[in-house]
């Protein structure tokens, strides 16, 4: 558990170091120099100094990629769903728990439904009514800009850059060190007991 620590802290410090430059070029020899130095530090070792990556990488990759498997899974049958309908209405769930009662009466007043109820029960002119909830959707937008609301926003973005994780093609980067993995290359089988074997950087 220490060494995949190691090299989730490894992988966070790398994609934080992308943002961080303002020279393309220097900044692409930076990492590759901060890479090959972190990676010659990390017990058990994971690249050896002839330019071949070990075993303990891929490993510690697959025991990652099982973790994210049932993740993956969940973000697909929800948010991240193929039937927009559905994907539609768990993000619209994720904005709904971040309002208060009020702001969810509120937001349930501009439905279709509802709007036909209150004009079949208006007692005052329509226009009138038109203009009240012209008035309330005016509110509501206002508070989709509160501090909240943009960061439920935020939330969702991360959830979607996590799905993008989620569908790299894990099984065929793991076939360059074990050929068994090529029958599973995207798809969400995988190799029970995978037989890793070193591998050049550059073949990667």
């Known amino acids: 558990m220490e060494f995949l620590n190691s090299l989730l802290s490894f992988f966070r410090d790398f994609f934080e170091s992308l943002f961080s430059s303002s020279s393309i ?5 930076q990492q590759l120099k901060q890479i090959a130095a972190n990676l010659k530090t990390i017990e058990p070792q994971l690249y050896r100094q002839d330019g071949f990556l070990l075993p303990a990488f891929p490993t510690a990759l697959y025991q990652m990629f099982q973790f994210i498997v049932p993740i993956s899974e969940l973000l697909s ?37 509802e709007r036909t109820k209150a004009l079949i029960a208006n ?9 009240e909830q012209g008035k309330h959707f005016g509110q509501f937008l206002k508070i989709l800009e509160s501090p909240t609301l943009k960061n439920q926003g935020v939330l969702i973005e991360k959830i979607f850059c996590l799905n993008d994780f989620c569908q790299f093609d894990f099984n065929g980067f793991f076939s360059n060190f074990d050929p ?11 190799v029970d007991n995978p037989s890793f074997k070193p591998l050049e950087v550059a073949e990667v």
């Open 25 to 29: 070029e220097f900044k692409k020899k």
């Open 180 to 190: 068994a993995f090529k029958t599973h290359s995207g798809q969400t089988t995988t």
């Open 77 to 113: 049958s929800t948010i991240a769903c193929t039937d927009k309908r559905v994907a539609e209405k768990n993000r619209d769930f994720l904005i709904e728990v971040a309002l208060t009662n009020e702001q969810k009466e509120l937001r349930k007043s501009f439905i279709y439904s």
């Open 123 to 131: 007692t005052v002119s329509t226009e009138h009514l038109i203009e």
